[in-house]
T-cell receptor, first 115, second 111 residues
Framework: DVKVTQSSRYLVKRTGEKVFLECVQD?????MFWYRQDPGLGLRLIYF???????EKGDIPEGYSVSREKKERFSLILESASTNQTSMYLC??????????????FGPGTRLTVL | RKEVEQDPGPFNVPEGATVAFNCTYS??????FFWYRQDCRKEPKLLMS???SGNEDGRFTAQLNRASQYISLLIRDSKLSDSATYLC????????????FGSGTQLTVLP
């Protein structure tokens, strides 16, 4: 079974802090994604990566950055956390190439609260 | 206009009922379509792909209408375990990697 793990289930940070969210997958997937999920807005793509050291902006990249130094690990960084970044953050991974890339496997999520 | 729109519900139905969800998408060139399921406080998981000819998986039937740009999911003989949020998902045209998720339709099956 594909396993995607995230470093924390719950995180509370203060405004202005730097926040690191880690994601690790164990199935040698090329593609990795970071989403945030908010009520009524669904999942919105922040960034994705299709290879080591490669990254592309998603729909809402402002205020975030990412790092992919190893194939299995994709990190999301909030340089200076703000209250509007309070959300559920979901990491996902998938294989490269259709149609397999259409199935994304998600981690359990990190609920981040910024005070 | 959102790229993928769904009725948020909630849909509350008794066990054994048949329930249908619809979803519309804005990009007429979209290539691939899916339904994901998300249980309460859990991550989304792929439920089924949606093919032009329509497809069935047990009690679940998915249909695609390209002319009207909508996708449907029909659940027959609802079970308590079907209670979840159902996410309509579209692979935008030209994207080899990205999926666009609807905000989901919440279903509660009542005993």
């Amino acid at each position: 079974d594909v396993k995607v793990t995230q470093s924390s289930r719950y995180l509370v940070k203060r405004t202005g802090e730097k926040v690191f969210l880690e994601c690790v997958q164990d199935m040698d997937h090329e593609n990795m994604f970071w989403y945030r999920q908010d009520p009524g807005l669904g999942l919105r793509l922040i960034y994705f990566s299709y290879d080591v050291k490669m990254k592309e902006k998603g729909d809402i990249p402002e205020g975030y950055s990412v790092s992919r130094e190893k194939k299995e690990r994709f990190s999301l960084i909030l340089e200076s956390a703000s209250t509007n970044q309070t959300s559920m953050y979901l990491c996902a991974s998938s294989l490269r190439g259709a149609p397999k890339n259409n199935e994304q496997f998600f981690g359990p999520g990190t609920r981040l609260t910024v005070l | 206009r959102k790229e993928v729109e769904q009725d948020p519900g909630p849909f509350n139905v008794p066990e054994g009922a048949t329930v249908a969800f619809n979803c519309t998408y804005s990009n007429s060139a979209s290539q691939s379509f899916f339904w994901y399921r998300q249980d309460c406080r859990k991550e989304p998981k792929l439920l089924m792909s949606v093919y032009s000819s329509g497809n069935e998986d047990g009690r679940f039937t998915a249909q695609l209408n390209r002319a009207s740009q909508y996708i449907s999911l029909l659940i027959r003989d609802s079970k308590l375990s079907d209670s979840a949020t159902y996410l309509c998902v579209v692979n935008p045209a030209g994207s080899a990697r990205q999926l666009t998720f609807g905000s989901g339709t919440q279903l509660t099956v009542l005993p």
